[in-house]
């Protein structure tokens, strides 16, 4: 038996950022697949990009949060 490392489930997808995990997920901004724990890099990444060039954000500034409970602003506060 060879040694083998491509995904086990027949005609899963390689994830688009690291090819090495079965993709999870579909990114409705780019349709990309991806694999759940690249997705949430990804993302972390885009908003600190944002937080940056749109100098949202200065080093020792405090920040406030509210939630209303929904799915968006939860990972948002998880983010952040
Ligand atoms: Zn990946």
Same mark, same amino acid.
């Given at each position: 038996?060879?040694?083998?490392?491509?995904?086990?489930?027949?005609?899963? /997808? !390689? *994830? #688009?950022? *690291?090819?090495?995990?079965?993709?999870? !997920?579909? /990114?409705?901004?780019? +349709? &990309?697949?991806? @694999? /759940? &724990? #690249?997705? @949430?890099?990804? %993302?972390? &990444?885009?908003?600190?990009?944002?937080? =940056? &060039?749109?100098? +949202? =954000?200065?080093?020792g500034e405090r920040i406030a949060t509210g939630a209303?409970? $929904?799915? $968006? +602003?939860?990972? +948002? @506060?998880? =983010? %952040?």
């Open positions: 038996m060879e040694a083998d490392s491509k995904p086990k489930k027949f005609g899963a /997808r !390689l *994830c #688009c950022v *690291c090819n090495q995990n079965v993709a999870a !997920l579909k /990114r409705p901004k780019t +349709l &990309e697949q991806i @694999y /759940r &724990e #690249c997705f @949430y890099a990804v %993302i972390e &990444e885009e908003i600190h990009q944002v937080i =940056l &060039e749109n100098q +949202l =954000l200065e080093p209303s409970g $929904g799915k $968006g +602003l939860i990972s +948002l @506060y998880k =983010l %952040i």
